[in-house]
């Protein structure tokens, strides 16, 4: 080492070197542990539907398709009859159930740890080619997702990282996948005890809505304190144009969760190629 | 920084890949730092990996603002000077013989892989008072503000600047002395 007038240089640029057996070990117990947090976080947690539904951020795409087996459950627990409901909201239900194809916008505000993040996601559904989610992040597209029947497979792609997921998918979870979204909440909504809102004009439609506040509905990856869930109606057509969800619970600190799910096209032709996941080449796949 | 806000939005959303960047990317710095700070390679080789092995299962607790290096550097730091405080209490109660200053063998396992230069910075830093040692490594290997350090030490401002400037001229007087032999 030189005589010590620039100690502080010499500081900064002292190398060091590593064992790459080593590191490679390291950094095998660091990925196992990150695997066993992130198991530990999904076992803890219970089964939501809505989170499903309203929530899918599909970065883990194995974890999600476990939790579909979940809504499978919960779909036998609170599906089945809406006895007791008018004949207006069976209309929408029933309207929704048959619906072969619809698209709709997911806009969502989530407070947590002192920080706020908006996310955007635009949903494809089709009874036909499956289903396609792309969440968008300061308006660029960040994740896509794609359950594909005719293919049995679950595709994830996330662009920042150039890299993209695929999980088979068994015909079980499959039939899981043409029950989610807005169709699921609609029936999910009538099920339970609601509070009648009247009627109101939405973007220049005459709209009719109800109110949900059963925090089992919003039961997420964290302690639901409240949940308030509003689903507005076209008087006309007995189709859903709004969801409106507002959960507050405690996730290691106060959470706040908004979502609102408009921009409905019920019962539309959706081509083929919507539901093509076009990976690009450079992308690489992911290991579970 | 902004590859950091973005490995950090990737991992918290169970990114694996994005990990294992974190981890190429500050492994070295942060056994750089625990070597000098405690100049003692299977604790230094056990604190990096514990760190590492809690960064990762905190990635639901992890905040997307304040710096990476510095969060990691800080991590590293709270852990080696536990370390090193428990070392004193065996010292003193002569439950523990004392361990060599670094291991001359490269044991099958072992991580880091020294150098001379780097034997010789760790064996003078060691010769500072812990607190000295700790200002100079965090601040030049760290990359931490001496307010932060100050945060860090529970003293003033002041006294890190101090403690930073006696321990560079104590580790220049030791290092001329060695060179002079």
């Given at each position: 080492?030189?005589?010590?007038?620039?100690?502080?240089?010499?500081?900064?640029?002292?190398?060091?070197?590593?064992?790459?057996?080593?590191?490679?070990?390291?950094?095998?117990?660091?990925?196992?542990?990150?695997?066993?947090?992130?198991?530990?976080?999904?076992?803890?947690?219970q089964?939501?539907?809505?989170?499903?539904?309203?929530?899918?951020?599909?970065?883990?795409?194995?974890?999600?398709?476990?939790?579909?087996?979940?809504?499978?459950?919960?779909?036998?627990?609170?599906?089945?009859?809406?006895?007791?409901?008018?004949?207006?909201?069976?209309?929408?239900?029933?309207?929704?159930?048959?619906?072969?194809?619809?698209?709709?916008?997911?806009?969502?505000?989530?407070?947590?740890?002192?920080?706020?993040?908006?996310?955007?996601?635009?949903?494809y559904?089709?009874?036909?080619?499956?289903?396609?989610?792309?969440?968008?992040?300061?308006?660029?597209?960040?994740?896509?997702?794609?359950?594909?029947?005719?293919?049995?497979?679950?595709?994830?792609?996330?662009?920042?990282?150039?890299?993209?997921?695929?999980?088979?998918?068994?015909?079980?979870?499959?039939?899981?996948?043409?029950?989610?979204?807005?169709?699921?909440?609609?029936?999910?909504?009538?099920?339970?005890?609601?509070?009648?809102?009247?009627?109101?004009?939405?973007?220049?439609?005459?709209?009719?809505?109800?109110?949900?506040?059963?925090?089992?509905?919003?039961r997420?990856?964290?302690?639901?304190?409240?949940?308030?869930?509003r689903?507005?109606?076209?008087?006309?057509?007995?189709?859903?144009?709004?969801?409106?969800?507002?959960?507050?619970?405690?996730?290691?600190?106060?959470?706040?969760?908004?979502?609102?799910?408009?921009?409905?096209?019920?019962?539309?032709?959706?081509?083929?190629?919507?539901?093509?996941?076009?990976?690009?080449?450079?992308?690489?796949?992911?290991?579970? | 920084?902004?590859?950091?806000?973005?490995?950090?939005?990737?991992?918290?959303?169970?990114?694996?890949?994005a990990?294992?960047r974190?981890?190429?990317?500050?492994?070295?710095?942060?056994?750089?730092?625990?070597?000098?700070?405690?100049?003692?390679?299977?604790?230094?080789e056990?604190?990096?990996?514990?760190?590492?092995?809690?960064?990762?299962?905190?990635?639901?607790?992890?905040?997307?603002?304040?710096?990476?290096?510095?969060?990691?550097?800080?991590?590293?730091?709270?852990?080696?000077?536990?370390?090193?405080?428990?070392?004193?209490?065996?010292?003193?109660?002569?439950?523990?013989?004392?361990?060599?200053?670094v291991?001359?063998?490269?044991?099958?396992?072992?991580?880091?892989?020294?150098?001379?230069?780097?034997?010789?910075?760790?064996?003078?830093?060691?010769?500072?008072?812990?607190?000295?040692?700790?200002?100079?490594?965090?601040?030049?290997?760290?990359?931490?503000?001496f307010?932060?350090?100050?945060?860090?030490?529970?003293?003033?401002?002041?006294?890190?600047?101090s403690?930073?400037?006696?321990?560079?001229?104590?580790?220049?007087?030791?290092?001329?002395?060695?060179?002079?032999?």
């Open positions: 080492m030189r005589p010590a007038e620039n100690i502080e240089k010499v500081i900064k640029n002292t190398s060091i070197e590593t064992s790459a057996k080593t590191d490679k070990a390291v950094l095998e117990d660091i990925v196992e542990a990150f695997g066993k947090s992130k198991r530990k976080e999904s076992a803890i947690t089964p939501s539907i809505w989170r499903i539904i309203m929530k899918s951020k599909f970065t883990k795409l194995a974890i999600a398709a476990l939790v579909v087996i979940a809504a499978l459950i919960a779909i036998s627990q609170y599906g089945g009859s809406i006895g007791g409901t008018s004949v207006v909201w069976a209309d929408v239900v029933k309207n929704t159930e048959q619906a072969q194809a619809f698209t709709y916008r997911e806009r969502e505000t989530q407070k947590y740890g002192g920080e706020t993040h908006e996310s955007e996601r635009q949903c559904f089709s009874t036909e080619y499956g289903f396609r989610m792309d969440n968008y992040k300061n308006g660029h597209i960040a994740i896509s997702t794609f359950t594909l029947p005719a293919e049995k497979a679950l595709i994830g792609i996330v662009h920042p990282m150039k890299a993209y997921s695929r999980k088979n998918l068994p015909e079980t979870e499959i039939a899981v996948h043409q029950q989610v979204g807005p169709k699921y909440i609609v029936k999910l909504f009538t099920s339970v005890e609601y509070k009648e809102l009247g009627r109101k004009i939405i973007n220049g439609v005459e709209a009719e809505g109800i109110e949900v506040r059963d925090p089992s509905i919003g997420t990856n964290f302690p639901v304190t409240s949940f308030v869930g689903l507005w109606v076209d008087v006309e057509t007995s189709y859903p144009i709004l969801l409106e969800s507002e959960i507050v619970g405690d996730h290691n600190g106060p959470i706040e969760i908004k979502t609102v799910t408009d921009n409905f096209q019920w019962d539309i032709e959706l081509d083929a190629g919507v539901f093509e996941p076009n990976i690009p080449a450079d992308y690489t796949l992911m290991k579970e | 920084m902004i590859e950091d806000k973005l490995l950090i939005w990737k991992f918290k959303r169970g990114s694996s890949d990990l294992c974190i981890y190429e990317k500050y492994k070295d710095n942060l056994l750089r730092l625990a070597s000098a700070l405690l100049n003692d390679t299977a604790a230094t056990d604190i990096v990996h514990d760190c590492f092995v809690n960064f990762a299962q905190s990635s639901q607790r992890l905040k997307t603002s304040g710096n990476l290096k510095s969060y990691l550097a800080a991590s590293v730091a709270n852990r080696a000077r536990n370390w090193s405080r428990a070392r004193k209490r065996r010292e003193a109660t002569g439950l523990d013989e004392v361990e060599p200053i291991s001359s063998s490269k044991r099958p396992e072992q991580w880091i892989i020294y150098n001379e230069q780097l034997k010789q910075l760790n064996n003078a830093l060691e010769q500072l008072s812990y607190e000295q040692r700790e200002v100079i490594i965090l601040h030049l290997q760290g990359g931490i503000r307010r932060a350090i100050a945060k860090l030490q529970g003293v003033s401002i002041n006294t890190v600047q403690r930073y400037r006696y321990g560079l001229n104590k580790l220049r007087s030791i290092l001329d002395s060695e060179v002079r032999l």
